[in-house]
């Protein structure tokens, strides 16, 4: 504590002003803590609401997901009940009917053996007939047999004839088979020969015609160029004995046409002077 100072009247008359400024200078920070205060006050009670309603927010989803969950279980428990009755029930019905099914196959297993018994004794008389009727079939067989052996025989000694008799034919036939086969191979090879000839002579006259036709075209080309038909008298003679001694082979080398069904000659191939096309098939 502070001691207290000597106070004067005058000290004391100035006292409550003093303490009067000091407060009034001092009242606007007072009213801002204060509005602060407030404003805290009030941001907490809002927290403090807000909190609130979310702890509420999650007891409520809370207590409706215990609902649910709940009630699944009910759910759950009620399917699964009605199940297990299901089951028990169906195992009962199966168990009724397996025992049913049971009784069904005893009464049918004791009257299959009345009837197995019953066929049994009808069975063993007619093994008793059976055993009788193969003796029989056994001396009947030996019979046969012996029979069979002498047919045999009898068609063995044919066979052995037909086939040295169809082997002696074979033979023939062969024989007359490679005379044809002879016959045709020298036929084909006159027939190859005639064409081979008429070949060589179509392509040496065509080739005769195709140097005529040169020999004209590079002359028609000449006399363009010269733009003149003026030659002399020795080049004259010259492609005049050229001319005349092509056409002259070219007529030795014609052939006559090839012959028709009714016998007559058909129109022979045209023979073309040197330089004219020949026309060609549409």
Known sequence: CRPLAPTSPCARASGPGRRLRRDMALMPEMLN?????EKERVSSEREAQAGIRAVKDKVASAAEEFMQLRRAQDHEIGVIKA???KRIRDTVYASRQRVRKAQVELVEAEAQKELSERGLSTA?????VLRRRVAELQAQLAQRHVAGE???QEIHCCMEARVNRISIQSEDRVAH????RDKVRRACIDALNVVRAELQDQMSRAAIRAEGRTRFQELCDLASRCATYDMTQASYKELKAELVGLWQVQKSMRSPGPVLLDGSLAES???LLPGVPSPEPE
């Open 150 to 152: 002498h047919r045999l």
């Open 83 to 85: 199940q297990y009755e």
């Open 269 to 271: 191939e045209m023979t």
């Open 124 to 128: 063993e008389a007619e093994v008793a």
């Open 177 to 180: 088979m490679m005379d044809h």
């Open 33 to 37: 803590e204060l509005a602060e205060r």
